[in-house]
């Protein structure tokens, strides 16, 4: 069973500055099965980046995906006010799902 | 628009049993998979089960198999998920969200749409 490990679990950073996300997985993954959930207070997740790379439908380009093997990353170029949520990376493979325990990124 | 409503959750004792229902509209479900995520107050994001469009595969977490049973209607537009001999860590709330690939049986893993959520609560 894939397991995945979310690094930081917090990360305090001002708006502007840039957000740096890890996953990692106990064993080696296609980047093809790997995606990364935005969710905010008392909201459902929404699907940002899918197929470790692919932006989905809404999200801005300063988001983007990056990674293979066991490594995972998830960069926000620049933070806007409304990029600060929990960040969740997930896999899909062996017909199960697995997530991340997630990142909170927060203001700083 | 696309739009996942879930439904039938609540307060329920140890043991006992709840069906959560999922109201689809916006978009044909019959082409889509669709899955239950739930998640714990406070913590994260745990996928439950997984149904294919035409019900011909269904997958479950080790943690609910043998308990709970996903099952769908698509004349009816709706998913429904069967949660028997609850326990207090299946206290939750319950997402359905649907797969990002379209297709007979498809499933791609991603999850594009979720519904706003119900809350189930096991407590005696």
């Known amino acids: 069973e894939i397991v995945l490990t979310q690094s930081p679990g917090t990360l305090s950073l001002s708006p502007g500055e840039r957000a740096t996300l890890s996953c990692r997985a106990t064993q080696s993954v296609s980047n093809r099965n790997v995606a990364w959930y935005q969710q905010k207070p008392g909201q459902a997740p929404r699907l940002v980046i899918y197929?470790?790379?692919g932006r989905a439908t809404g999200t801005p380009d300063r988001f983007g995906g990056s990674g293979s093997g066991t490594d995972f990353t998830l960069t926000i170029s620049r933070l806007e006010p409304e990029d600060f949520a929990v960040y969740y990376c997930?896999?899909?493979?062996?017909?199960?799902?697995?997530f991340g325990g997630g990142t909170k990124v927060e203001i700083k | 628009d696309v739009q996942l409503v879930e439904s039938g959750g609540g307060l329920v004792k140890p043991g006992g049993s709840l069906r959560l229902s999922c109201a689809a509209s916006?978009?044909?479900?019959?082409?889509?998979?669709i899955s239950w995520v739930r998640q714990p107050p406070g913590k994260g994001l745990e996928w439950v089960s997984s149904i294919s469009s035409s019900s011909g595969f269904i997958y479950y977490a080790d943690s609910v198999r043998g308990r709970f049973t996903i099952s769908r209607d698509n004349a009816k537009n709706s998913l429904y998920l069967q949660m028997n001999s609850l326990r207090a860590e299946d206290t939750a709330v319950y997402y359905c969200?649907?797969?990002?690939?379209?297709?007979?049986?498809?499933?791609?893993?991603?999850?594009?749409?979720w519904g706003q959520g119900t809350q189930v609560t096991v407590s005696s």
């Open positions: 969200a649907r797969d990002q690939g379209r297709g007979y049986d498809f499933w791609n893993g991603f999850f594009d749409y």
């Open positions: 197929g470790a790379f």
């Open positions: 997930q896999h899909f493979g062996s017909s199960r799902v697995t």
């Open positions: 916006g978009f044909t479900l019959s082409s889509y998979t």
